[in-house]
């Protein structure tokens, strides 16, 4: 047979396995997808069975055999399963990083997501004043939740920390010099970089000093007649260690009221509490960088501060009117849910109950023993059926904050011999865990696959000796 017969021999063979599709209407019919007539859109359903059908005949184009009628039903099962499984469902998180971004960062506290959750349901006072039953601001609850926190004059919260400083920016400074220390233009996640949003807003960036060493001096040379405003921005993600030199806030903020500038600090993170207390780095807390002169602080609702997500800003009255007054203001504000949480969370500072409600100040609290404890009843659930070891570990903080710094921890390791003895892999393994319900994200480390205790939350251990024993047969 010569390549032309193999051509002409390999087109009529896949046009004979095309012609074993069947029509959508066929499918429509099945006994398997009745529920699914019934009970869904009928577009949604026609759509699904069209693209597996058309994904088929893709897999036999490239010289794969037609499925089955049975294979074809449990991939249009499959699709609309994923379709109306949500994404967004609660998960284990056993990796041993505490605002893990992928993970969505902070979990809430629970008077928080009751907040948020009552917020969504029920209609809300937002914008109107009970007392007097007139139009008011959506401001006015947290305003003075923070002021009270911070020490700040005034506040305004919008969607994100991104969206804080480029709404600062734009309202305060467009058109105008702002002075960036080098070493302090920084990208962090997401691309965000600071040359870029001071472009975007309108601002002039000068750079100053090193990538390592900026002197005062350095922002002092720099100022003219066209500057508006200094820059502060903390490393969020990164260190950079051993010759190095940045000026205090302090000393930014007595250098630019000297001529008449103002100081805006990126604070990222935005803690309200000590991380030292816990044997961390110590994180610069807004209250501290609004006592050492900063005009106006943005920083982050869902990082240290433990709440939803929010770009929060605070200082000064008449620079948080200003903003508050742009434009672009209302493209980013908050919405009620997210105000509702916010302030939940912050209430818990004010009762000086942070480290018994909000999970990520009780992960960074709690006892090591009492992680080690709760590893060896994990492991004593299990039996002597799995080889489990209770092992030491270093949790990190994440999520942009305190790069470097670890807690002490505690974790369960399944060993690699452990999978193989049951004919998995570690990566197998892992996958299998995150296919559950709740799904389990634990980190491989070492031939091991471990599960921080610290960052598993105490409600959802017998969940996660459940998983692990049926993972396992036990």
């Known amino acids: 047979m010569d390549e032309r017969q193999t051509v002409a021999a390999a087109s009529q063979e896949r046009a004979s396995e095309l012609r074993k599709l069947p029509s959508v209407a066929t499918l429509l019919q099945a006994d398997e997808l009745a529920p699914f007539v019934t009970t869904m859109h009928h577009d949604t359903l026609v759509r699904t069975i069209q693209r597996v059908l058309a994904e088929s005949r893709e897999a036999i184009l490239a010289g794969e055999p037609a499925p089955s009628h049975h294979e074809l039903i449990a991939r249009v099962q499959h699709q609309l399963q994923v379709l109306f499984t949500p994404k967004l469902r609660p998960v284990i998180n056993a990796t041993g990083v505490i605002l893990h971004t992928n993970l969505g960062r902070a979990p809430l506290s629970e008077d928080a997501a009751i907040a948020m959750a009552e917020a969504a349901r029920f209609y809300t006072p937002l914008e109107l004043e009970l007392e ?9 609850e947290l305003a003075t939740l923070l002021r009270e926190l911070t020490g700040a004059e005034a506040a305004l919260v919008v969607n994100n920390n991104a969206a804080a400083v480029l709404l600062v920016l734009s309202a305060l400074c467009a058109g105008r010099d702002v ?9 962090i996640g997401g691309g965000f970089r600071i040359p870029d949003v001071l472009a ?35 490393w969020s993600n990164f260190r950079i260690v051993g010759f190095t030199v940045q000026p205090t806030l302090s000393e930014l903020a007595e250098l630019a009221h000297q001529h008449g500038l103002w100081l805006i600090a990126d604070l990222g993170s935005g803690a309200l509490l ?3 207390r816990y044997g961390l ?82 992960m960074m609290s709690i006892p090591v023993e009492a992680l080690e404890q709760r590893c060896q009843t994990w492991q004593h659930a299990l039996g002597a059926a799995v080889a489990a070891e209770v092992v030491p570990s270093e949790a990190a ?6 790069p470097g710094s670890t807690l002490p921890s505690w974790a369960l390791a399944i060993p690699e011999s452990t999978a193989r003895a049951r ?49 396992f047969s036990v």
């Open 132 to 140: 007097t039953g007139r139009r008011g601001g959506r401001m006015r």
């Open 200 to 234: 975007q807003s309108g601002a002039r960036l000068v750079e100053v000093g090193t990538t390592n060493r900026t002197y005062v001096r350095d922002y002092a040379a720099a100022i003219r007649p066209e500057t508006v405003a200094i820059l502060s921005v903390h």
């Open 274 to 276: 000590d991380t030292a």
């Open 423 to 471: 004919g998995m892999s570690l990566d197998a393994l892992a996958a299998a865990l995150r296919k559950n319900n709740p799904p389990v994200v634990a980190r491989l480390e070492e031939h091991r696959l471990m599960f921080d205790a610290r960052t598993v939350l105490p409600e959802q251990d017998t969940q996660l000796i459940a998983i692990l024993r049926r993972t």
């Open 281 to 362: 780095a110590h994180e610069p807390m807004v209250q501290e960088e609004l006592a050492a002169g900063a005009d106006l602080v943005c920083f982050s609702g869902d990082k240290l501060l433990g709440g939803p997500q929010a770009g929060i800003i605070v200082g000064r009255h008449d620079l948080v009117q200003r903003v508050a007054a742009h434009p672009l203001a209302r493209a980013v504000r908050a919405d009620k849910t997210t105000l509702a949480g916010l302030a939940a969370t912050l209430r818990h500072y004010l009762r000086g109950e942070a480290e018994q409600k909000i999970p990520i100040w009780r």
């Open 397 to 402: 903080v994440g999520g942009g904050s305190l």
């Open 179 to 187: 002075i960036v220390s080098r070493g302090q233009a920084v990208e």
